[in-house]
């Protein structure tokens, strides 16, 4: 299984950025499929989870109200659209293939991971 994140860039504090990422096979359609990020010198965090069906989504306290994840299965796309960026926002944005259907924030869940893409919020 392949992952291929896309859409990262630099946005002034305020702005918005839509990530991207494309899943190799049709398996991820019964996976439920998550985004992390990585911020310099801090471990992996949680940003958002959607299930197989697309209808349960969960995310981190600290972007609940202006990031929304969603899922195209025709596509074997998963979506993050971020609004309202701050500089806090600004890490490695990583989407990954959890083993399970259920929408969940356990890092350890998700056994595919793509090779991040690079979101910078300026002040």
């Known amino acids: 299984v392949q992952l291929q994140a896309s859409g990262g860039g630099l946005v002034q504090a305020g702005g918005s950025l839509k990530l991207s990422c494309a899943v190799s096979?049709?398996?991820?359609?019964?996976?439920?499929l998550g985004w992390f990020r990585q911020a310099p010198g801090k471990e992996r965090e949680f940003v958002a989870t959607?299930?197989?069906?697309?209808?349960?989504?969960n995310y981190a306290d600290s972007v609940k109200g202006r990031f929304t994840i969603s899922r195209d299965n025709a596509k074997n796309t998963v979506y993050l659209q971020m609004n309202s960026l701050k500089p806090e926002d600004t890490a490695i944005y990583y989407c990954?293939?959890?083993?399970?259907?259920?929408?969940?924030?356990?890092?350890?869940?998700?056994?595919?991971w793509g090779q991040g893409t690079l979101v910078t919020v300026s002040s």
């Open positions: 959607i299930g197989w069906r697309g209808g349960t989504t």
């Open positions: 096979r049709r398996t991820s359609s019964n996976n439920a």
């Open positions: 990954a293939v959890s083993r399970y259907s259920t929408a969940t924030s356990q890092l350890e869940s998700y056994n595919y």
